[in-house]
């Protein structure tokens, strides 16, 4: 790769990283809020409440819904806030080093450790599936794809010639790839919670 293509930026990817840091922030924003509702109303009944299986409520009063002794949408609201900063960033022409984006890369892995156990709680503990977090995890699956992906093709992350062609037309299949990835958790979700028979 020459040094003038290792050092083009990735605006698709820039433009990429606002929408989904818009949207993980909204959806974290309104969490925080609905948090705040229960606190002052345990009994609350909140506009994501849709039926035994579809709410917020029993998320953000379990002790999974504040892993670190304060709400998890406060990580989301912070977290997809400098997502949005770095996707700016880029568009306004911003050149960072390979430790940022590999600092970048750490952020979104754990992002994405943190989403697949709440997945986990959800479907096999909770019984539940909250839609502000699931739109949480809709976003954090493919942003933590097309960051790492750019990020092994780019070269910014060591690894063999056959490796970063692999990254690079998984780039381009980043869609289908994501929509594979709902696909598990959604079969997954229906032979745990058989989920269409209780809608």
């Not at 750490?106 to 739109?135: E, K, N």
């Not at 992906?149 to 037309?169: D, E, L, Q």
Request: charged share 10%; net charge positive.
């Amino acid at each position: 790769m020459s040094p003038t293509k290792s050092r083009e930026r990735p605006f698709g990817l820039a433009v990429f990283l606002v929408i989904a840091g818009l949207i993980g922030l909204t959806a974290a924003f309104v969490l925080t809020l609905d948090k705040f509702a229960l606190l002052e109303d345990p009994d609350a009944q909140l506009s994501c409440n849709f039926s035994v299986l579809v709410g917020c409520s029993t998320n953000l009063s379990a002790w999974q819904g504040s892993v670190f002794g304060f709400p998890n949408p406060l990580i989301g609201v912070a977290a997809w806030s400098v997502v949005i900063t770095i996707g700016m960033a880029i568009l306004a022409n911003a050149r960072f080093s390979r430790w940022f984006w590999i600092g970048l890369n750490l952020g979104m892995t754990a992002a994405v450790t943190f989403v697949i156990w709440l997945i986990y709680q959800s479907i096999f503990l909770l019984d539940v599936l909250c839609p502000w977090c699931m739109v949480t995890w809709a976003v954090t699956i493919p942003g933590f794809l097309a960051v790492t992906f750019y990020n092994v093709k780019s070269r910014h992350i060591p690894s063999t010639a056959s490796v970063r062609r692999f990254a690079g037309g998984a780039y381009s299949w980043l869609l289908l790839i994501t929509l594979a990835c709902y696909l598990v958790v959604a079969v997954i979700a229906q032979l745990q919670m058989d989920v269409l028979s209780r809608i």
